[in-house]
């Protein structure tokens, strides 16, 4: 079954302990979320969970700190989230702002959603991220904290969403036939530095159809 986009959503979140925003996910089969948290503070954990509807988020373990700012980028995952207009809460282990942004999709692994995960902090103008996937047909979804904008997605990736907040902040995502060593881009201006995640989603299996016999007449 070919992953196909769903929905997306971008928000600045004042400094508090919990988050909350509202997210709406289509009733499409297979389908699956991809939130990123942007946080500054560098390689401190200040997420302790993000959650949909009540269920946790697994954490894709592609968190990306750019140390000389304080940037930082991580990204989590979830298979087969409730459908219709549900929250997205993250909660924090101190209060600080975020970026929040999401992606939904159908179409996705709903065993083996995560296919890969790359990380990116430095200061570059091109920020690439580097994924390894293992199964032809994934596609890849990138988040990046660029404090120099404007920045531009790298074709032929889809840019989904930016927010404003000391640069930008992006969420994108890019389709892919053949399994191996790709990568997602996002360019920001010359100087500018950079959090970077990316992760992979595995395509899942052929739609689901209903068999219905015919009657043979003799």
């Given at each position: 079954?070919?992953?196909?986009?769903?929905?997306?959503?971008?928000?600045?979140?004042?400094?508090?302990?919990?988050?909350?925003?509202?997210?709406?996910?289509?009733?499409?089969?297979?389908?699956g979320i991809v939130v990123g948290v942007a946080t500054f503070g560098g390689d401190s954990d200040f997420i302790s969970s993000v959650t949909y509807n009540?269920?946790?988020?697994?954490?894709?373990?592609?968190?990306?700190?750019?140390?000389?700012?304080?940037?930082?980028?991580?990204?989590?995952?979830?298979?087969?989230?409730?459908?219709?207009?549900?929250?997205?809460?993250?909660?924090?282990?101190?209060?600080?702002?975020?970026?929040?942004?999401?992606?939904?999709?159908?179409?996705?692994?709903?065993?083996?959603?995560?296919?890969?995960?790359?990380?990116?902090?430095?200061?570059?103008?091109?920020?690439?991220?580097?994924?390894?996937?293992?199964?032809?047909?994934?596609?890849?979804?990138?988040?990046?904290?660029?404090?120099?904008?404007?920045?531009?997605?790298?074709?032929?990736?889809?840019?989904?969403?930016?927010?404003?907040?000391?640069?930008?902040?992006?969420?994108?995502?890019?389709?892919?036939?053949?399994?191996?060593?790709?990568?997602?881009?996002?360019?920001?201006?010359?100087?500018?530095?950079?959090?970077?995640?990316?992760?992979?989603?595995?395509?899942?299996?052929?739609?689901?159809?209903?068999?219905?016999?015919?009657?043979?007449?003799?």
């Amino acid at each position: 079954m070919a992953i196909a986009f769903d929905n997306s959503i971008s928000v600045n979140k004042t400094s508090a302990t919990t988050h909350t925003q509202s997210f709406t996910v289509g009733t499409g089969e297979n389908r699956g979320i991809v939130v990123g948290v942007a946080t500054f503070g560098g390689d401190s954990d200040f997420i302790s969970s993000v959650t949909y509807n009540g269920v946790t988020l697994t954490d894709a373990g592609a968190k990306a700190d750019e140390p000389l700012s304080g940037l930082s980028t991580q990204l989590f995952y979830l298979a087969n989230p409730a459908s219709g207009a549900n929250n997205i809460v993250v909660n924090m282990t101190t209060s600080k702002g975020v970026v929040i942004c999401a992606s939904s999709y159908e179409g996705v692994h709903q065993t083996e959603m995560l296919d890969g995960t790359g990380t990116l902090g430095a200061n570059v103008t091109t920020n690439t991220v580097s994924v390894t996937t293992a199964d032809d047909d994934s596609w890849l979804v990138g988040f990046w904290w660029i404090n120099k904008a404007p920045t531009t997605i790298v074709s032929p990736a889809t840019e989904r969403e930016t927010a404003t907040d000391s640069g930008e902040i992006v969420l994108g995502d890019k389709v892919t036939t053949t399994a191996g060593a790709l990568s997602i881009g996002c360019a920001g201006n010359s100087g500018g530095r950079t959090a970077g995640s990316a992760i992979g989603l595995a395509a899942g299996p052929p739609a689901s159809s209903t068999f219905v016999p015919t009657m043979q007449i003799i």
